[in-house]
């Protein structure tokens, strides 16, 4: 089974659905072990990776609002593929690299995002 991943109108990722729930874990133990405060949306599409694994897709723009969320998440993901890399069973070379960049799309999408907040903050 996998899961397809859109930000806007592009997908950005599709993965086996193990690979979602390695990095909800990921994510999970790494808040949990920093005792991290992350915002609402970010929390809530967390939540949400747990379903997904299930099969179902998804789009971050339907969770994450504005560049912050965006970067926040996205951090949360680099933690996420970095843990895994680290430990006994790191995912293959393909998958890392789709996972990388899964993580360059969301940070690209989020300067656009800062760019036009910004552009609509002048006018």
């Known amino acids: 089974m996998s899961v397809r991943v859109d ?15 390695s990095i909800h874990e990921n994510i999970v133990e790494h808040i ?23 099969g179902w897709g998804f789009n971050i723009t339907d969770y994450l ?33 789709l996972l990388n960049n899964f993580y360059n799309e969301i940070v690209d999408y989020a300067n656009k995002v800062g760019l036009s907040e910004t552009q609509s903050d002048q006018k």
């Open 65 to 97: 609002k504005n560049k912050y969320e965006l970067l926040v998440f996205a951090d949360l993901l680099k933690k996420a593929i970095e843990k895994e890399q680290a430990g006994p069973y790191p995912y293959r070379e393909d998958v890392e690299e």
């Open 32 to 54: 949990e072990n920093t005792k991290l405060d992350i915002p609402e949306n970010v929390k809530k599409l967390i939540e949400y990776l747990e379903i997904a694994a299930l």
């Open 7 to 21: 930000c806007g109108n592009k997908e950005i990722l599709h993965v086996k659905n193990i690979i979602i729930v």
